[in-house]
């Protein structure tokens, strides 16, 4: 039996841990960081985030939560070529754990979170404003 995460995409966005991605959101804003952990939902956890607005607002965090149904498009390093990537990975997954690759979003995300494209903890300096939709 495949696991549930080998079914979706987010086998391949979890493929990119601890990688530099960029993410658009529907509200047009975009959010890049690095990607510390994702699930089959698309949802996912990155540190050293930094958010830019429509209209050029920049917020930068610490930690961001994704909610996996605001994302658009997720930026896939030029340099990376997908087939042997995944070959890759899925044989690393297979010798961590057997053929379990399950992923689960950690007790990071809030359970307070607002129906917002992310969460932060602290920002840093060059904006403390949350980004609205």
Partial sequence: RVPQLQKSLGVLLASFQGMH????????????????????GMNMV?????????????????????NGPK?????IPSDINISKHMTQ????????????????ISDKKSSTMEETQSHYLPPKKESSEQIEE
């Avoid at 991605?21 to 089959?40: F, H, T, V």
């Fill in 71 to 75: 994302i658009r498009y997720v930026h």
């Fill in 21 to 40: 991605i960029l993410i658009e959101l529907k509200n047009d804003s975009e959010i890049s960081g690095i990607l510390e952990e994702a699930d089959r």
């Fill in 46 to 66: 990155l540190h050293e985030a930094r958010q830019v607005s429509r209209d050029g607002t920049v917020l930068l965090m610490d930690i961001a939560f994704v």
């Fill in 89 to 104: 990975y899925m044989k690393k997954m297979d010798r961590i754990s057997g053929s379990n690759t399950r992923h689960k």
